[in-house]
């Protein structure tokens, strides 16, 4: 089955959950949980470098996505709709500064838990804790510029639509971030 | 380092994976947390952001009719002592100690005269 034609039977699915989640059905709810939670999660790990975090604002996510499901009109994918939802959770997450500087500390046990468990080479581990390392210390829209066009593979325009914000700005928040991470791992990788 | 090296080298970085069970409970977890804060899906009021502004909007307009009626009056009353300025002059060095107080009402400019006594 392509591509497409599996898109656009999982769209058709959630707009018939998503018809009886405005009735207030949770167990349809509960379906369109299930098959966004994976990708919600990822964005918020990536956003926030922290599994207990990430999880955290995941669950924010899907209960702000049930309060406001009845002004979902499906002029956009529902998808697409969760996904904004999502990040402006994760960009109105206020980080103290002693967060913030712990952030490090948490992603880099997190990624070595990995590594003790066997998953992942000692030196593919620090490259790894490298490249996090410097996605978190990004400023939080260039990040998410970022997650959104690399890591989720979405356009200049759909991550636009995402972020509320014209596509120059999300071309310029990309170039910006794309520069800073250059520079930052080729001075800590050895990267030529 | 170019865009495809880099975009590479960012896309190597795996998210850490959660056990089965994780996923299977987490939409159940979702559920109860709906519950627990008793969550009810709100259709948006398509209504209220549109009558917030056309009251604003409404506001405004009588603000600004207000504005223009008071401005008016205060260039009417202006106008009307610089255009009988003289005569009133020519009245009151008549008078011999009364105080006296100009005044505009319906029929026009006029003076007061009250007795100093």
Partial sequence: MSELV????????????VTQSQTGDPAAFEALVRNHQRMVHSLTFRMTGSLADAEDLAQETFIRAYEQIGGFRGTAKFSTWLYRIAMNTCLNWRQSEARRFHLHENCAREISTHHLNGEISSGENQSNQQVQAALLKLPAKQRSAIVLTIYDGLNHAEAAQILG?????VSWRVFAARRKLKSWLCKNGGVS | MNDFDLDSKL????????????????????????????????????????????????????????FCIQFNVLQ??????????????????QLDTGLH??????HGMNYLLTDAN
Avoid at chain 2, 58 to 66: D, G
Avoid at chain 2, 79 to 91: L, N, P, T, Y
Avoid at chain 2, 101 to 106: A, G, R
Wanted: with cysteine; aromatic share 10%.
């Fill in chain 2, 11 to 66: 896309k190597s970085v795996p998210v850490p994976e959660r056990t089965d069970e994780y996923w299977e409970s987490f939409p159940s977890q979702v559920r109860i947390n709906l519950r627990r804060a008793a969550v009810r899906p709100v259709a948006e009021n398509f209504w209220l952001p549109r009558l917030a502004w056309a009251g604003g909007g409404f506001a405004l307009a009588i603000a600004l009719v207000f």
């Fill in chain 2, 101 to 106: 107080t100009l005044m505009l009402n319906t």
């Fill in chain 2, 76 to 93: 009417t009353a202006s106008a009307s002592i610089d255009r009988h300025e003289k005569h009133f002059h020519a009245q009151l060095v």
């Fill in chain 1, 6 to 17: 599996k898109e656009s039977r999982m769209a058709d699915a959630d707009q018939d959950l």
């Fill in chain 1, 165 to 169: 914000c014209s596509e120059t700005t």
